[in-house]
C-alpha cells in the first residue's frame, strides 16, 4: 500500500478484516477482547495546515508527555482507550484533563485563541479554576455489542429504528413537515428560502 499514513492504516485495517472473513478465520461464538491504548493525542489536518485534536481537546495527554505538547505533538500520546471485540470497536473512552495549566497547554498547542477558548469552552475552563478530580469515562455501543452476539455484520440488523440513506425514520416519518401551531408552541417561524 502507498499513501498518507493514516489512509494506509484505515486500508489494511479493513483489507484483514476481510481476509479474516473471507478465508474463515474467524470462529463464530468465538470473542477475543483487546484494549486499545497509547492512542496520538493529535493528527495532522491537511485542510487546516496544523494539528488536530484526534479526540476531544479533553482527553489527557500522557504525564510523560505534557512537556511534549507544544514542540513534539506528532510524539505525544494521550490517555484514551478502546475495546474491541473481534475486529469491531464495541467502545471507547479517555482519562479527560483535570487540571488548568494542562488545559492551557492543551488549548495552546492546538492553536486556539483566548477568544475561541472562551467562546467555546468558558463554562468548563471556568470550572477548573475550583479544583476537578480526576476523572474519565468508558461508553459501550449497544448496538455494537448486539451486532456481535447476533453474527450480524450490519449494524442495521439490530438497530432498533435505523435510519434511510437520507436520514429519514421510517417508523416516525421524521422528518416531516411541522404545522404552525407546533412552532408558535415552541417559539419558532420559518423563514423564507
Not at 12 to 22: E, I, M, N, S
Not at 90 to 115: D, P, W
Not at 138 to 150: E, F, K, Q, V
Amino acid at each position: 500500500m502507498a499513501d498518507s499514513y493514516l489512509i494506509v492504516k484505515t486500508a489494511l485495517g479493513a483489507l484483514r478484516c476481510k481476509l479474516a472473513h473471507d478465508l474463515a478465520l474467524i470462529t463464530k461464538n468465538d470473542y477475543k477482547l483487546l484494549w486499545v491504548i497509547d492512542f496520538p493525542s493529535f493528527e495532522w489536518s491537511n485542510e487546516e495546515n496544523r494539528f488536530m485534536a484526534c479526540h476531544h481537546p479533553f482527553t489527557a495527554p500522557k504525564d510523560e508527555d505534557i512537556d511534549k505538547l507544544l514542540d513534539d505533538k506528532a510524539n505525544c500520546y494521550s490517555k484514551a482507550y478502546d475495546i474491541v471485540i473481534n475486529g469491531y470497536e464495541a467502545g471507547g473512552g479517555s482519562i479527560r484533563i483535570h487540571n488548568e495549566e494542562v488545559q492551557e497547554k492543551m488549548f495552546k498547542a492546538l492553536e486556539l485563541t483566548e477568544e475561541q477558548i472562551k467562546g467555546k469552552f468558558g463554562y468548563f475552563v471556568e470550572a477548573l479554576k475550583y479544583g476537578t478530580p480526576p476523572h474519565g469515562g468508558l461508553a459501550l455501543g449497544l448496538d455494537r455489542l448486539t451486532m456481535l452476539l447476533t453474527n450480524t455484520d450490519n449494524i442495521r440488523d439490530v438497530i432498533a429504528f435505523p435510519k434511510t440513506a437520507s436520514a429519514s425514520c421510517l417508523m416516525s416519518e421524521c422528518p416531516s413537515n411541522v404545522d404552525c401551531s407546533q412552532l408558535n408552541d415552541v417559539g419558532l417561524k420559518i423563514l423564507g428560502d
